[in-house]
């Protein structure tokens, strides 16, 4: 837990500090890689908490999270179109859906435990 804490606040710092300057064609791509490693995140923890989990399962939610997202914005942004925006609802979709998970197991078990 403590080396969990300790990324995040070096990240923060990092991401503060640091003077890192994208190309602003590429937001579609960056916000979508995002919302992919975000998903991802909530979907291993989703596993984790139904005993389902494994180190492959994991790396390839990530692969093809990755993959799905940025394929989508690759041809939204060849036809002109926000096809992208497909992406968004559903990973938006499945991260509520695993939040839903999760708050409902730390609920069953705050209820066992009264």
């Known amino acids: 837990m403590l080396y969990v804490v300790a990324g995040l606040i070096l990240g923060i ?14 937001v579609v791509y960056i916000s979508l890689a995002i919302l992919a490693i975000i998903n991802t995140i909530f979907n291993i923890l989703s596993e984790n908490i139904k005993g389902q989990l494994s180190n492959f399962k ?10 799905f997202a940025l394929f989508l914005g690759f041809v939204g942004e060849q036809l002109g179109l926000p096809i992208y925006l497909a992406a968004v609802f559903a990973f938006g979709n499945n991260i509520y859906k695993n939040i839903r998970v999760i708050i409902d197991f730390f609920l069953e078990k705050f209820n066992k435990n009264r």
């Not at 710092?13 to 590429?26: H, K, S, T, W």
């Not at 994991?58 to 993959?67: K, M």
């Open 13 to 26: 710092l990092a991401g503060f500090n640091l003077d890192f300057v994208y190309n602003p064609e590429y």
């Open 58 to 67: 994991s790396c390839l939610f990530l692969i093809s999270d990755l993959l």
